[in-house]
C-alpha cells in the first residue's frame, strides 16, 4: 500500500512558477514509477508526467514538455513536478498517482494512461491568473 499526499499548489500568474511535491508513505516508493496527472472543470483527467522507478527516464505531455520538470527523491519519498512558464490553461487540480505491481516493466505509452496507477492522493488546486 501507498499513500501519496500532494502540496505546493495555489494561484499564481501567468509566466510563474510553482512547485508541486508529492509524498508518499511505505518503505517501497522506490519500486514504483510515478506520474502526475491534471484535471479542469469538465475534464477528463490527463497526462502530465511521469518518471520510472530508476529515475532514469521522463515522460512529459506535449502541452507541458520543456516547460516542466518531474523528479524524485527516493531517500525523501518524495516526487516533484517543477512547472515554469505557467499558462491559464494549466489552471486544474493536479494529482500524483503511483502504479502497482512494485519495479513494474510497463511501456512509455502505458504510462501515458492512468490503467497501471493504482494509488492516487487527494490532489492539490493550480490556479494561474492574472
Known amino acids: 500500500q501507498v499513500q501519496l499526499v500532494e502540496s505546493g499548489g495555489g494561484l499564481v500568474q501567468p509566466g510563474g512558477s510553482l512547485r508541486l511535491s508529492c509524498a508518499a508513505s511505505g518503505r517501497t516508493f522506490s519500486s514504483y514509477n510515478m506520474g502526475w496527472f491534471r484535471q479542469a472543470p469538465g475534464k477528463e483527467r490527463e497526462f502530465v508526467a511521469a518518471?520510472?522507478?530508476?529515475?532514469?527516464?521522463?515522460y512529459y505531455a506535449d502541452s507541458v514538455k520543456g516547460r516542466f520538470t518531474i523528479s524524485r527523491d527516493n531517500a525523501k519519498n518524495t516526487v516533484y513536478l517543477q512547472m515554469n512558464s505557467l499558462k491559464p490553461e494549466d489552471t486544474a487540480v493536479y494529482y500524483c498517482?503511483?502504479?502497482?505491481?512494485?519495479?513494474?516493466?510497463?511501456?512509455?505509452?502505458?504510462?501515458?494512461?492512468?490503467?497501471?496507477?493504482?494509488?492516487w492522493g487527494q490532489g492539490t488546486q493550480v490556479t494561474v491568473s492574472s
Open positions: 518518471i520510472r522507478w530508476t529515475g532514469v527516464n521522463t
Open positions: 498517482a503511483a502504479d502497482s505491481p512494485p519495479y513494474s516493466a510497463y511501456s512509455a505509452y502505458e504510462l501515458y494512461s492512468i490503467d497501471p496507477y493504482d494509488y
